[in-house]
């Protein structure tokens, strides 16, 4: 999730990049083509293998649901990535002046940890 600037000051953009292993890209794709979830496969600079790029904010609905919370991440916040799309869907991520309320419940669970 990374903030850009807009008229309404910070607003969230949200992309989700799946990174398996060659072998499994085609069967990734089929089962993201069955689930009816939007994708893009891009080819990054000094990457082997192509890497699954999710954007609409439907099909990462999709993808919370599907992937558990415990799913391998890079930055091991897929937790709580799925409980920032969560208040997103559930559209408790604004307060009373439409700013974004993200940056509160991001360092809430920093404290946490």
């Known amino acids: 999730m990374v903030n850009v600037r807009s008229a309404r000051g910070w607003e969230p953009r949200f992309f ?13 794709c089929q089962t993201l083509d069955n689930e009816n979830i939007d994708y893009s496969l ?3 600079r000094g990457r082997r293998t192509d890497t699954i790029l999710i954007r609409r904010r439907h099909s990462i609905y999709r993808i919370c649901d599907i992937f558990p919370s415990y799913v391998p991440s890079k930055n091991k916040g897929w937790k709580k990535f799925k409980d920032l799309m969560k ?3 559930e559209k408790v991520h604004l307060e009373e ?3 974004y309320i993200f940056k509160v419940k991001i360092d809430e669970d920093e404290e946490e940890t």
């Not at 989700?16 to 990734?28: C, D, G, Q």
Request: charged share 30%; proline share 9%.
């Open 42 to 44: 891009i080819r990054e």
């Open 87 to 89: 208040m997103v869907e």
């Open 97 to 99: 002046d439409s700013k």
């Open 16 to 28: 989700v990049y799946i990174r398996p292993p060659a072998v499994m890209i085609e069967a990734v």
